[in-house]
Every structure is written in structure tokens, then in C-alpha cells.
């Protein structure tokens, strides 16, 4: 029985080496797919970010194209109401000062409609691109935090690599991976 229990003990250290080898292995594989999850979610962030300040900068023209256009408007309505009181106050008594008169105030009033519109519509626009901005800044926060993790991930991995010795740092690695991986998927998800 001693024999069989050395026997048993040999083909068990030899397992062991097997697995030493092939984890020797299996560990920097691991460390360098993470490492290509961390440079990819790197890439998305780095877009993402570009993508949300570059819709960003356009909902800022276009907030600033909308003031100008009520600035536009308003002037427009201030030459209907000067016109109207000017001509029912009495004090222009020409016909012809009173049609021209009517003739602005007519004119205003189209050029107005036509602003007020162009107004809203650049309004609208810089929401359209401040939210679109929000989905992109949203991604880019998710894809950083999924970058990090993967980073940390990697050392952990490393870590356990050089030491040859406890596994939890590989297990929580691996834990960090995934929950990185989640961010990674999330950011997709909120673009």
C-alpha cells in the first residue's frame, strides 16, 4: 500500500507540474487579452468623448444662432409697434406716409413669422445635439471605467504570474474583468 500511496503521490506532483506549465501559459494569455479589452474600451472612451464635445461645441452654435434670431425677432416686432402707434396716434396725416407705414408693418410682420420660426427651429436643434451629447459624455464615463478595471485587472493578473502563488488575485482579476466588461457593454448600450 505504500507503494500505491507514493505511486499516487508522484502522478499527482506530476499533474501539478502539467498544470504549473500550462498556467505558466494560460495567465500572460489572459493578462494580454485584457490588455487588448482595456485598449479597445481606451479607443471607445477617447471617441466618445471627442463625439460628446464636438456635440457639445454645435449645441452651443446653435443656442447661440437661436438668440441671435430672437434678437432678430424682437427688433422685428419693436418696428411693428412703432410703426402701429405712429400711424394710429395721428400724428403722420400723409396717405402716403400712412400706406408706406402699412407697408412696413405688413413686411415686418412676414420677416418675423419667418425668424420666429428659424429661432425655434435652431432651439430645438441645439437640444436635439445637448442630448446627444449627454448619450455620448454617458458612454464615454462607462468606457473609463472600463478601461481602469480592465488595468487593475491586469495587474492582478501579472501579479499572480511573477508570484506563482495564490490564485484570489487571479480570481478577483478575472472578477474585475467581467464587472469591466459589463461598463464596457453599458457604454454601448447608452450611446
Same mark, same amino acid.
Given at each position: 500500500?505504500?507503494?500505491?500511496?507514493?505511486?499516487?503521490?508522484?502522478?499527482?506532483?506530476?499533474? /501539478?507540474?502539467?498544470?504549473?506549465?500550462?498556467?505558466?501559459?494560460?495567465?500572460?494569455?489572459?493578462?494580454?487579452?485584457?490588455?487588448?479589452?482595456?485598449?479597445?474600451?481606451?479607443?471607445?472612451?477617447?471617441?466618445?468623448?471627442?463625439?460628446?464635445?464636438?456635440?457639445?461645441?454645435?449645441?452651443?452654435?446653435?443656442?447661440?444662432?437661436?438668440?441671435?434670431?430672437?434678437?432678430?425677432?424682437?427688433?422685428?416686432?419693436?418696428?411693428?409697434?412703432?410703426?402701429?402707434?405712429?400711424?394710429?396716434?395721428?400724428?403722420?396725416?400723409?396717405?402716403?406716409?400712412?400706406?408706406?407705414?402699412?407697408?412696413?408693418?405688413?413686411?415686418? @410682420?412676414?420677416?418675423?413669422?419667418?425668424?420666429? /420660426?428659424?429661432? /425655434?427651429?435652431?432651439?430645438?436643434?441645439?437640444?436635439?445635439?445637448?442630448?446627444? @451629447?449627454?448619450?455620448?459624455?454617458?458612454?464615454?464615463?462607462?468606457?473609463?471605467?472600463?478601461?481602469?478595471?480592465?488595468?487593475?485587472?491586469?495587474?492582478?493578473?501579472?501579479?499572480?504570474?511573477?508570484?506563482?502563488?495564490?490564485? @484570489?488575485?487571479?480570481?478577483?482579476?478575472?472578477?474585475?474583468?467581467?464587472?469591466?466588461?459589463?461598463?464596457?457593454?453599458?457604454?454601448?448600450?447608452?450611446?
Amino acid at each position: 500500500m505504500a507503494e500505491h500511496s507514493a505511486a499516487d503521490a508522484l502522478h499527482e506532483a506530476s499533474e /501539478r507540474a502539467e498544470q504549473l506549465e500550462s498556467g505558466s501559459k494560460l495567465i500572460p494569455i489572459c493578462a494580454a487579452v485584457i490588455a487588448v479589452l482595456a485598449a479597445i474600451a481606451t479607443l471607445f472612451s477617447n471617441h466618445s468623448s471627442v463625439a460628446g464635445l464636438e456635440k457639445r461645441s454645435l449645441a452651443g452654435i446653435m443656442q447661440t444662432r437661436a438668440a441671435d434670431q430672437y434678437g432678430y425677432y424682437e427688433s422685428s416686432r419693436l418696428k411693428i409697434e412703432v410703426n402701429q402707434v405712429m400711424s394710429e396716434s395721428g400724428l403722420v396725416l400723409s396717405p402716403a406716409a400712412l400706406g408706406a407705414m402699412h407697408a412696413r408693418i405688413v413686411k415686418e @410682420a412676414r420677416k418675423s413669422a419667418g425668424t420666429l /420660426r428659424v429661432a /425655434r427651429s435652431d432651439e430645438a436643434s441645439a437640444q436635439v445635439q445637448l442630448a446627444g @451629447a449627454e448619450r455620448s459624455l454617458g458612454s464615454y464615463e462607462r468606457y473609463e471605467v472600463a478601461a481602469t478595471l480592465f488595468d487593475v485587472s491586469i495587474v492582478l493578473v501579472s501579479i499572480t504570474a511573477l508570484t506563482h502563488g495564490t490564485k @484570489a488575485l487571479l480570481w478577483l482579476g478575472f472578477g474585475l474583468t467581467l464587472v469591466g466588461l459589463g461598463y464596457f457593454i453599458a457604454g454601448f448600450a447608452h450611446v
